[in-house]
């Protein structure tokens, strides 16, 4: 059975590109447009590792997917990798070192992402054990 990844991303610029690069490395690939869709698509799927937007309906709706992701059991422990053009767009001062403490993902990809550095986080997050997963904002 081929691994599963789901990329909540409103651009569909973006999801076509993904689709295309992570298909090619034999990946099943779903999306969904918003945080709620998302959420509930991975409930039905059950995916092996979660790409998420931040900036989607509202400039933090990716963080508050990540969180309610890790409150939930069936969910909790599905490496997130999170993709954000949030600094260029606004004047928010995203720091992914300093940040990463309180926000429960495991890495972070500034878009325009680079193609071959997706596919290389994809598989490092995909090799993660349970207990290597960021599910509380300390790791």
Not at 96 to 101: I, P, T, W
Not at 112 to 123: I, Q, R, Y
């Amino acid at each position: 059975m081929a691994t599963k990844i789901l990329c909540i991303d409103d651009d569909q610029d973006v999801i076509n590109v993904c689709k295309k690069v992570l298909t090619l490395e034999g990946y099943d690939f779903d999306h969904a447009s918003d945080g709620e869709a998302g959420y509930r698509k991975a409930k039905d799927m059950k995916p092996d590792l979660i790409i998420l937007d931040v900036m989607m309906g509202n400039d933090t709706e990716g963080f508050h997917a990540a969180y309610k992701f890790r409150q939930d059991d069936e969910l909790k422990y599905t490496p997130i990798l999170m993709m954000t053009s949030v600094n260029q767009k606004l004047d928010f001062n995203f720091n992914k070192k300093r940040d990463r403490e309180f926000l429960p993902v495991d890495e972070f990809l500034e878009k325009p992402v680079n193609l071959d550095m997706l596919v290389v986080t994809v598989k490092k997050l995909l090799a993660l054990k349970k207990e290597q997963v960021n599910i509380d904002g300390s790791k």
